[in-house]
């Protein structure tokens, strides 16, 4: 994944620019630009990009209940 894709993966995961600007202490502005692919990001703001979005992932992942299905009577 790379800082881009992370971008896009917490805004689809409902984060906005200004929120993720907000975890990393950066500008909106420099979000949108790395993720228009204007810039390209510092070596730690790239990984933190990138921590973020797995992160998010993996709390998404643990929010999501296992599908039960109704036992049969046998």
């Known amino acids: ?26 500008n909106q502005t420099t979000i ?3 993720r228009r692919q204007v810039v390209t990001p510092s070596y730690e703001t790239g990984k933190a990009l990138v921590d973020l979005a797995i992160k998010a992932e993996r709390k998404a992942a643990r929010r999501k209940k296992p599908i039960h299905t109704p036992a049969t009577a046998t």
């Open 1 to 26: 994944m790379n800082p881009s894709d992370a971008i896009a993966s917490l805004v689809a995961g409902g984060m906005t620019e200004q929120a993720i600007a907000v975890e990393l202490n950066v």
């Open 32 to 34: 949108n630009r790395i």
